[in-house]
């Protein structure tokens, strides 16, 4: 094949198997819809046949409609938590003991605490502060019970056991230490409680009692940020250790899950604004005995029937209502009533009896969120989607035969005598074939890395580099001048590889093979000198062995006797390379004329 035609048909395979995979990035790129939601980004394949359905009717819709009911079912069990009348109220007092044991029955008996919402966020945000006391049980009990410790003196309302007085009257003894200063418990605690183990002891055997080091107590106290609701800290309310460790617990439980609730709350507010989302919601649930209604419709739903709220929520387009007292569910979209029951399974403590559900899509759309963007692009149909599919499969069917032509004709040249064709190796066909092997799974390896790359950034749009708004036909255009490059030097390897199976070099160019010759003319050259190998070969790997294991089990004496045999054999060479010598020297004397000279033998 001449020069010039070849060169020309490299270049058409090329192009044409780069067209082919632009237009394939091309279709992929526009195939796919991502959606941002309170989860992070979800990525859906949309095919074109679908394109003829409503986008309400779709799976798609059908997916972030299930989300979004997910995210509101957490939203009004959040906002029934912390807000009185559809506001955030801060200063809504929080039982702990209750909240941390919504989901289960509550003992009566259950010592608790009540403290302000905001207190409970804001402490949590903060961070819970503890020091460390150590005491027996009986010395921490009596701080907890009368308000002072071991070493105070007695007062005339402590004459009695501790132990055995009522909750008024070790009220009263708390209230009559306070009196006398105005430090909290829980820092008096601190304050007077031994911080190790050693200042314990020492304190023990400084008032001269005995020191039971198996009797104290490492107990963390929560040093006070705020007061309850009702102006204490927290170690009023308990009555000994037991009852404080619990109480610790359940305020930091609160703090804790509240805070995060906050978290939570504060997102999806935002997220589910009127003015930010097309969902519409309502939800009916009980809220200290009393049914409260938390939407995000602008519309007054109070004093309204629950037919006509219905009603209301039916003129979105999409919507539902469900009824979980007794798992009646109406909707125009395809979510189940075992759905639904999943949904609130999770908050069934909060949906008691008179809850209901009401959930709607305005699909005017008047708001670009989530809903509305996905919209947007299921109902955009690629421009030129069937031709773009037409001409990538045209092109991959040109480079194919183009790649079939260049294989039969690569190598081919007419011998001068026209009695055929000759193969002709070019210059990098002389580099080993492993190389060549190496070099071919590397680009292959590179060409699937950018398939990976593509689909991922066009999947998640991972534009971290690229910026935001990169438009997919341009990363399409990108991926095609990548696959030009890489092409390129696949069809040079494939070409060498083409000719070296034609000439049938590709063996006979490896490194293994090579090194296999090697091996093979050293084995038989031993072969055909196995005389010298007898004489000089055997014995010097004998000495090398000898000395091994001389050195490695002999100790000294092993290496003095290795020593000798050294010194023994380099004799022995040094006698026979003295008659090799004079041999040599003999019959050049005899080559220079003179017949009388003889060789000592």
């Known amino acids: ?52 359905d409503l986008f309400e009717d779709s799976e798609i819709f059908d997916d972030l409609f299930a989300g979004d009911v997910r995210d509101v079912t957490r939203m009004a069990v959040i906002r029934s938590q912390l807000e009185t009348d559809g506001v955030y109220d801060g200063k809504k007092r929080i039982d702990i003991a209750e909240y941390v044991n919504r989901t289960s029955t509550l003992d009566e008996e259950e010592v608790t605490a009540e403290y302000y919402l905001d207190d409970l966020v804001k402490w949590s945000n903060f961070g819970f502060s503890y020091e460390t006391v150590y005491g027996t049980q009986e010395e921490l009990d009596r701080f907890f019970a009368v308000g002072t410790g071991a070493a105070a003196e007695a007062s005339d309302l402590s004459v009695a056991d501790y132990s055995l007085q009522t909750e008024l009257t070790r009220q009263a003894l708390k209230n009559s230490v306070q009196a006398a200063g105005s430090d909290l418990l829980s820092l008096r605690i601190i304050a007077e409680m031994p911080g190790s183990l050693e200042e314990w002891k020492a304190w023990r055997e400084e008032i001269g009692e005995t020191a039971d080091i198996g009797a104290v107590l490492k107990v963390d106290i929560l040093v006070p940020r705020y007061y309850s609701a009702d102006g204490k800290d927290l170690a009023d309310y308990a009555a000994d250790l037991e009852e404080y460790i619990t109480l610790r617990n359940l305020l930091v439980d609160a703090g804790n899950q509240l805070c995060y609730n906050f978290t939570d709350y504060s997102s999806f507010k935002s997220y589910y604004g009127t003015d930010r989302s097309n969902i519409r919601y309502c939800y009916q649930m009980p809220v200290d005995g009393q049914l409260c209604l938390f939407t995000n419709v602008p519309d007054d739903l109070n004093g309204m029937e629950e037919e006509e709220i219905t009603g209301y929520f039916s003129s979105f387009g999409k919507s539902l209502y469900y009824n979980p007292d007794q798992v009646e569910l109406k909707t125009n979209t395809k979510v189940t009533s075992e759905e639904m029951r999943t949904f ?83 210059r990098g066909d002389r580099i080993f074939t492993e190389i060549l092997v190496a070099a ?81 003319k050293g084995v038989l050259s031993l072969y055909e000198n196995s005389s010298i190998v007898s004489r000089e070969l055997v014995p010097f790997l004998g000495i090398v062995l000898f000395n091994l294991c001389m050195g490695l089990f002999g100790g000294m004496i092993g290496i003095l006797a290795s020593g000798i045999v050294d010194v023994a054999a380099a004799c022995l060479l040094y006698l026979e390379r003295k008659d090799l010598q004079s041999i040599v020297d003999g019959t050049r004397t005899i080559g220079e004329g003179r017949f009388d000279a003889k060789i000592d033998a």
């Open 1 to 52: 094949m001449e020069k010039g035609k070849r060169a020309l048909l490299q270049f058409a395979a090329v192009f044409m198997t780069a067209l082919a995979a632009g237009c394939a990035a091309a279709v992929y790129a526009n195939s796919f819809i991502t959606v941002e939601g309170t989860e992070g980004t979800a990525s859906y394949f949309v095919s074109p046949l679908a394109q003829k």
């Open 344 to 426: 609130l399974g999770y908050y069934e403590y909060a949906f008691g009896e008179g809850s209901r559900v009401w959930i709607g899509v305005d699909t005017a759309y008047p708001v670009s969120d989530s809903l509305a963007r996905a919209r947007n692009a299921f109902m955009r149909f690629m421009p030129y989607y069937w031709q773009t599919v037409g001409a990538g499969a045209l092109a991959a069917a040109i480079a194919v035969w183009l790649f079939v032509v260049l294989t039969i004709y690569e190598g081919r040249r007419l011998k001068e005598d026209g009695s055929g064709y000759g193969i002709v190796l070019r």
């Open 440 to 520: 071919m799974a590397a680009d292959g390896a590179c060409m699937a890395a950018l398939a990976v790359a593509f689909g991922k950034i066009v999947r998640f749009e991972e534009y971290v580099l690229l910026g935001e708004d990169v438009d997919p036909f341009v990363l399409a255009a990108g991926a095609a001048a990548a696959m030009f490059v890489l092409v390129r030097g696949a069809l040079s390897l494939y070409l060498s590889l083409v000719r070296r199976l034609k000439s049938r070099m590709f063996w006979r160019g490896a490194l293994i093979w090579r090194l296999g010759r090697q091996i093979r």
